[in-house]
């Protein structure tokens, strides 16, 4: 199955309500889906209520957490705030959760910061809590990480059963519990060393999205066709020299190849009708439909948002 292209934007932060609420109808404006917000103890709104107010100041455009650190909230209480968002932004919230990578984070927070293996099966057992939770259950759970007793969600979600869940990132652990679990899937192809201070973007390579599809195809099985997935797109740059372009970036990413960045889904480079192409291309290869990107990009996405949106 082929899924129609639908198109995401990161926002970060504005100075007042009339600012965040203006943001909010330009995302919507312009044609995207989706207005997400991060989730890091950094310089930008918390993500809840962020999301409440963009709800409230559109009419269409959807909300995502995106992601959701799932160390910094009980997963019951992810799951109150989820469904209470979903009832007043009237079934229009996707639901990004996440294992948090940032060791920054958990020292200001006095938490400790587990091996990331430890950090993926707390984030395996939370989203099976979320999803029972907003999809009505009376959940009673005495897990390894967390423990609930005969809690029911009160509101209800809109959205049935629940709220799309959404799980990104690289790591191979990771992606098998988005496989299992997660309604969309996003690829970033960034791997975090030295407690999040070192971004790696070796799997940037076309090839390791290879890999990492195969993953998702295998451990998903039966429900892979019903996956959409996502790519989150680090740079779009307009211009009729993509091969100049690739090349400057690579000052910034020296591991990478200009022919690597050209052939990334996490880049976007060319003329407008090249990067339309590119798109399609991706979709055919790896299936990838759902594309998101960061606020300083939304203008040169546009065009090409304006062309594929729902195609």
């Known amino acids: 199955m082929v899924r129609p292209f639908r198109f995401g934007i990161n926002v970060r932060t504005a100075g007042s309500a009339a600012e965040w609420a203006d943001k909010a109808r330009k995302v919507e404006r312009l044609g995207y889906s989706v207005l997400l917000v991060p989730d890091h103890l950094a310089e930008l709104l ?4 962020a999301l409440a107010a963009a709800a409230a100041a559109t009419t269409r455009l959807r909300v995502g957490t995106g992601v959701l ?7 019951l209480l992810t799951a109150r705030e989820a469904a209470t968002l979903d009832v007043l932004s009237d079934g229009r919230l996707e639901l990004g959760i996440g294992a948090g990578h940032m060791q920054s984070e958990y020292a ?3 938490l400790a910061f587990d091996a990331g293996a430890t950090r993926v099966e707390r984030l395996a057992e939370a989203v099976v809590i979320v999803k029972r939770l907003l999809e009505g259950e009376a959940v009673s759970v005495a897990g390894r990480h967390y423990r609930v007793t005969a809690h029911t969600l009160h509101p209800r979600p809109i959205q049935r059963p629940r709220p799309p869940l959404f799980i990104g990132g690289n790591a191979p652990r990771l992606l098998a519990v988005a496989a299992r679990e997660a309604d969309i899937v996003g690829l970033t192809g960034i791997a975090f060393r030295r407690g999040g201070a070192q971004p ?4 940037f390579r076309a090839a390791a999205v290879d890999e990492r599809v195969r993953l998702l195809r295998e451990t998903a099985a039966g429900r892979f066709e019903q996956l959409e997935l996502n790519a989150l797109v680090q740079r779009v740059i307009v211009t009729d020299d993509r091969h100049k372009a690739a090349q400057e970036l690579t000052a910034r990413w020296p591991h990478l190849t200009a022919d690597d960045l050209l052939a990334s889904p996490y880049v976007l480079l060319g003329t407008v009708d090249q990067l339309v192409d590119n798109l399609r291309a991706r979709r055919d290869r790896w299936g990838i439909s759902y594309v998101m990107t960061h606020e300083p990009f939304m203008d040169a996405l546009a065009p090409v948002v304006a062309r594929l949106a729902g195609r």
Not at 46 to 49: C, G, K, L, R
Not at 69 to 75: G, S, T, V, Y
Not at 200 to 203: I, M, Y
């Open 46 to 49: 918390a993500p809840f209520p």
């Open 69 to 75: 650190n799932n160390d910094l909230r009980h997963p």
């Open 108 to 110: 200001q927070m006095g």
């Open 200 to 203: 790696d973007v070796s799997d």
